[in-house]
Nanobody, 123 residues
């Protein structure tokens, strides 16, 4: 049974930083592209960042480029999202995702989803 468990969310002031973690189990993580989506109530889920299985390729939403960094430690089956210079508009529930393939902004193409972790950025 595949599980993706996010942690590291919380409340932070604008300009601050948070690091999200996603612990994966039940799959051979090297075979999977991993990523992060976010969702605000009343809006569609939005692709934030993705990373290939070997970590040689990354992708980012334009509005987070230069502020967020995705990384992975396959030995620990964990993916990270370092978020710096946070803005109130980054407030959302952040979801960890995995798929057998490269990252994509298409929600239905991801095979597995975590339950999400809340990130709230105050102004």
């Amino acid at each position: 049974q595949v599980q993706l468990v996010e942690s590291g969310g919380g409340l932070v002031q604008g300009g601050g930083s948070l690091r999200l973690s996603c612990a994966a189990s039940g799959l051979i993580v090297n075979w999977y592209g991993m990523g992060w989506f976010r969702q605000v109530p009343g809006k569609e889920r939005e692709f934030v960042a993705g990373i290939s299985g070997s970590a040689d390729s990354t992708w980012y939403l334009d509005s987070v480029k230069g502020r967020f960094t995705i990384s992975r430690d396959n030995a620990k089956s964990t993916v990270y999202l370092q978020m710096n210079s946070l803005k109130p508009e980054d407030t959302a529930v952040y979801y960890c995702v995995a798929r057998r393939g490269i990252a994509t902004a298409s929600v239905p193409k991801w095979d597995y989803w975590g339950r999400g972790t809340q990130v709230t950025v105050s102004s």
